[in-house]
């Protein structure tokens, strides 16, 4: 079992910054990869960024590839996701997900809002 709770979201300026943080508990955090995905209301909920075990390797979007930064703390048990150059359309709920084993673990989510 794994539980995920997300922090830091907000009501940002376009062109601001935000740092979303999601802490683990359960099971050995640095075994398993960690994600965050988002969704806008009215859309699918999207991929985001991923970011490995050790933190060795990170995956992004195209959309957001350059203006955000995931990165893990093992020792603190918490994935960030780092946040620049915020547009509108980052605007959603945004989530993180691990994959451990059989089971698919999703946060509560947290608002990020971004206006013009």
């Known amino acids: 079992q794994v539980q995920l709770v997300e922090s830091g979201g907000g009501l940002v300026q376009a062109g601001g910054s935000l740092r979303l943080s999601c802490a683990a508990s359960?099971?050995?955090?640095?075994?398993?990869?960690m994600n965050w995905f988002r969704q806008a209301p009215g859309k699918e909920r999207e991929f985001v960024a991923a970011?490995?075990?050790?933190?060795?390797?990170?995956y992004y979007a195209d959309s957001v590839k350059g203006r955000f930064t995931i990165s893990r703390d093992n020792a603190k048990n918490t994935v960030y996701l780092q946040m620049n150059s915020l547009k509108p359309e980052d605007t959603a709920v945004y989530y993180c997900?691990?994959?451990?084993?059989?089971?698919?673990?999703w946060g509560q989510g947290t608002q990020v809002t971004v206006s013009s």
């Open positions: 997900n691990a994959e451990v084993g059989r089971g698919d673990y």
């Open positions: 970011i490995s075990g050790s933190g060795g390797s990170t």
């Open positions: 359960g099971r050995t955090f640095s075994s398993y990869a």
